[in-house]
């Protein structure tokens, strides 16, 4: 789908866009030789350069004869075209660089978040709250009751079945009445969770879940 600022990126480099999906164009096989350098300086009368027919020992070509003429001209028109070359991959090179930049923020969680839950309080808890997924940062807004002396507040994605949780992963220690970004790990599938939950946990050192969910939300397409 074409978004607002690739349609700009394309109006302002159409002709380089073209290029780009029509392949780029093939490499030149070698950079112009010394004399093709020296018969544009030649030509354009620029200084530190000899004219090349100051260097050639045949009499018929020093005198400007038709040999001469055509190297100048097939050296000129070999320069002209690797400049040309030159020129399309520089500005291929660009706009890459300009596509690559809004296109890496984008996978990056620099858009619009993928998924959103109203997280809604449980039992008797005094609190509400926000969730939402942008590529791997869920960000998250918690308000509420401070947890109870002995325990803290965790944030976890569940799976559930049927009202069961079939698979859990948590992300940390959640902080009442502040917003933060939770990093969900590389090896965990967010396909496969589709709700976020706070609990309440004693400090006892145990990991697994205490039971105790304070809020939950299922999360939703944007």
Partial sequence: MSTPEYEELEADFGEVIDILRGGLPESPSER??????????????LPGRVAPTARLADPEVAAGGP?????VVRDISSARSWGRRGAIFTAVAAALLLVAVP???AIGGDGDPDRRAELLAMSDFAGSGEAELD??????????????????YELWLLDLDGGEVARLESLGQIEVAADGTYQVP???????YDVVDVSVEPDDGNPEHSGVSVLRGDLTEI
């Fill in 32 to 45: 112009p030789s010394e004399s093709v350098w020296d018969a544009i300086a030649s030509e354009l009368e």
């Fill in 67 to 71: 040999s001469a003429n055509g190297a």
């Fill in 103 to 105: 296109v890496g923020l």
């Fill in 135 to 152: 590529g791997r940062d869920l960000n998250v807004r918690f308000d509420g009751d401070a947890a109870p002396d002995g325990s803290f």
């Fill in 186 to 192: 590389d090896g965990i599938d967010l396909d496969e």
